[in-house]
DNA sequence: CTTGACCTTCAACTTAACTGAAACGTTACG
DNA sequence: CGTAACGTTTCAGTTAAGTTGAAGGTCAAG
């Protein structure tokens, strides 16, 4: 089949195919004597695994290392890992996202408990300082900048 | 105080602070008679808002447009919505976290579950065909009629 | 006066995964 | 034969969030 048809039965674009192919994704590709590519059904095959494995958050590059020149002749074992460590990773992010999310309700929380008696600026300082960790200067005050000294070691802003 | 200070202050590089500000994001900066910018201690705050709201998943577009020029003075609502929208983002994200890791588990097991005596390329693509969750051409003529293969139809892989 | 540490601007480069245009060749149809 | 619909290559551009480097100005010390 023709690049025009692959991509129709694939719901990929042409120089999306192309593109797989100069990466080094798609190898099972013929030329025919006017210099078309020609595709066998294996090709179907091939790019849905790309599609899905990046659906999965593999990466090109990851793809290329572990898909196999045939199909049928996987390297078992660096599959294996590459999956488990793709679910390591995902769980990893998984931590990430709660953690960030954990931040952001806190913060919510945070704004909607202002005081009632607590003017606005008042309360953005209150915000401000527990959601830097720190003290926040009031702002009322002349600024310095002199630099007076040297280690003023602050702890470290959290990781989220 | 000059940028480089402002940058051992914060932890952030010279060209990442000249970055923000040319992205609109920092706007608290003067220059001296001799071009040297020159920066309040507010600056340190807004730098470590960024950094913050960057872990916390904002893009510095989103950044940008909920940052005030004075910080104090905050648009409220605006900002709630934000951050709410944000945590519903990463709702949205965790879900599909979620689908991407049980379908590689599923493929792990059924990787591992090869039975005893069939032999590799008969697995692959057993396994082929349950992950892209449709038929898989046997090569070579080789027609796979083992009568129970299809017995237990798994529920459909979802996009992710 | 020279050295070295700062500071300035501006353009180009980086990564990932493509997309689109330009300019051209091939095929199918009427 | 004309032309529309395919196909080809090559190159440039896109997004995000910066980094790097060149070429040069400023400042304090010795």
């Known amino acids: 089949m023709n690049i025009g048809e692959l991509a129709k039965r694939t719901g990929l674009t042409n120089s999306r195919i192309r593109f797989y192919e100069s990466a080094g994704l798609l190898k ?8 078309y590519r020609t595709y066998s059904s294996d090709a ?3 790019l849905e695994l790309i599609t899905t494995a990046q659906k999965a958050g593999f990466t090109l590059d990851e793809i290329r290392t572990l898909l196999p020149s045939d199909l049928e002749r996987w390297e078992h074992d660096a599959l294996l890992d590459a999956l488990r460590k793709k679910v390591r990773d995902i769980e990893a992010l998984e931590h990430r996202l709660a953690e960030s999310k954990a931040q952001l309700v806190g913060l919510i929380g945070d704004i909607e408990a202002k005081p009632g008696d607590m003017d606005c600026a008042a309360n953005a300082r209150r915000v401000l300082s527990r959601m830097l960790g720190k003290a926040v200067d009031t702002p009322t005050g002349a600024v310095d900048d002199k630099p007076a000294g040297k280690a003023m070691r602050r702890p470290r802003a959290r990781a989220v």
């Not at 099972?28 to 210099?35: A, E, I, K, L, S």
């Open 44 to 46: 179907v095959l091939v």
């Open 28 to 35: 099972t590709v013929d030329r025919r004597p006017n210099g």
